[in-house]
């Protein structure tokens, strides 16, 4: 199953890479080699950083070499075919796709060709897989598979826009966990946060899920919004039906 | 407790940084750097990855209310106490009303300030460490303040036990262009000959804009074969990004955890400090090494610094060897009785 290529990434980390491609056959590599060293449990191994198509692996080069780490990879990359991923998760994202909460949606509407309606079936019928995190603690990168709108970026971005923004361009959308400038069309509005320091494991989210969205009227949202304010909002998680 | 009067230019808490968030888009923060870092520690007697103070060029003013010990390390920052100068690398006693004024350090750029016991900050995601942008760790994930206050923790070692113990002076930044040793990699490929050969024998300027995150550079451009954009991957701490424009990007402390440019090489471990003790208009060269050497080199700061611990606690009567035994480094001390 597996040929990677492993760079050097500075003298305490190995940068693991498969076919150059953002695709979910690639990706999955990356998750089962990610996967693979979490069961290894392998001591000097600090840190797995998982993205579309690489594993970055941090190391401590005092307690494992890295022509030890360097087979151990090779090894692992020659059995990928045989790791066994647990089956993954889909998390329900509750979204206010009106008025103040969605912006865009109007704009986008009009360059689809399409009612505001029926974009936001496009939006939340399909399952989006998350790629990875980061930019900022908890932002995901998720992408769906079908149905991919036709525009990208607005012309100029916006100074900012406020956490729990719901931003999307082709096929791909984000949930903006804190306040930040962006140039994404925002589709709606999500109450739950994607990162709550005051959880002790504070992020909604890991690479490797699901994530659907479920769309709220204003009652719902504010509802959510009070309980996750209170901590007690749990968002609905199910197992991923094979397809 | 300690209350800041004067919070100077950017001051913050830092332990030794964030450690198994990265997948999550936590970025590490820390001291820029961890050598003078660990330094102020050691010489209050601190486990290593103890919350200490980071200082940036402008220091601050800090009066204590209580008896302590705290040595000062890093960039010169001209500590004094009722104007008169204080040494740094070296404990100094604090009484209770005690003011320690810091000043402007004329090269370098990082001082750090270490308390015995610590300062007393909650942990978030096990770590101390202040992340301006994450805002999060430290004192309210923020830069100190005047007026805020800070709590110190329990000494671990009798305060009596620390006075007058010391390490050699450095200093910082009065050897221009600083050489700083990189790994290639790991998107070289992405580069021309040409690129290659500019990045490796051109003087670079430290930009004003540069900061925790990450130093801009300004200096000649470097090619790409192509465009300079890659599918997004992991950074480490020290990875000299080059973006579409052609001007590197050293990510620091504070740096994202994943970015979309070609990364050209990756500033070993061993030279980070150095890099920390830049500030903007100091001149840089790159240098290539191989892993093999970077390992070396950063073996050999860790035994530097284990060496300079067992010297304190034995307190200079003792010394320490650097041993080979089938290839394999030992550190062996003799401690006179």
Sequence with gaps: ?243 | MVIIEKSGALTTIQDMGRTGYERFGVSPAGPMDIRSFVLANLLVGNPKNTAAMEISIIGPTLRFTERGIIAITGCDIAPRRQGKLLEMYKTIEVEAGDVIQMGIAPSGCRAYLAIAGGFAVPKVMGSCATSVQNKIGGKDGRKLKNGDELQVGQPTVALDRLAGRSFSKETFGQKQPVTIQVIMGPQDKEFTDSGINTFLNSTYTVGNDSNRMGYRLEGPVIEHKGDGNIISDGIVTGSVQVPTAGLPIIMLAERQTVGGYTKIATVISADLPKIGQCRPGDTIRFQAVSIDEAQRLYQDMQDDLKQKEIALSSGNRSRTYKIEVNGKPYLFTVEER
């Design chain 1, 1 to 243: 199953m597996g040929k990677a290529t492993i760079h050097f990434a500075g003298d305490q980390a190995l940068l693991v890479e498969f076919e150059p491609e953002i695709s979910i056959r690639v990706n999955m590599k990356v998750r089962a080699l990610q996967y693979a060293f979490e069961q290894l449990k392998l001591p000097g191994v600090t840190e797995l950083v998982p993205t579309y198509r690489a594993l970055l692996i941090h190391y401590d080069s005092l307690r494992l070499s890295y022509k030890k780490l360097t087979e151990i990879v090779e090894k692992q990359v020659e059995n990928l075919g045989e790791v066994k991923l647990p089956k993954a998760i889909v998390t329900e994202i509750p979204v206010l796709y009106e008025g103040e909460y969605a912006p865009d949606l109007e704009e986008i509407a009009k360059i689809e060709k399409k009612t505001e309606k029926e974009i936001i079936k496009i939006h939340s019928q399909s399952d989006y897989f998350v790629y990875m995190l980061g930019f900022a603690p908890g932002h995901p990168y998720t992408a769906r598979f079908e149905n991919a709108f036709s525009f990208k970026r607005r012309p100029t971005p916006r100074v900012s826009i406020p956490g729990g923004s719901i931003v999307v361009q082709l096929a791909l959308s984000d949930i903006i966990p804190f306040e930040q400038p962006c140039g994404w069309n925002i589709i709606g509005t999500t109450p739950v946060l994607a990162c709550d320091y005051r959880k002790k494991q504070p992020f909604l989210l890991q690479a490797g899920q699901w994530i659907h969205h479920v769309p709220i009227d204003r009652k719902e949202f504010d509802d959510i919004k009070r309980q996750v304010e209170l901590g007690s909002y749990v968002c609905k998680t199910y197992e991923k039906k094979e397809e």
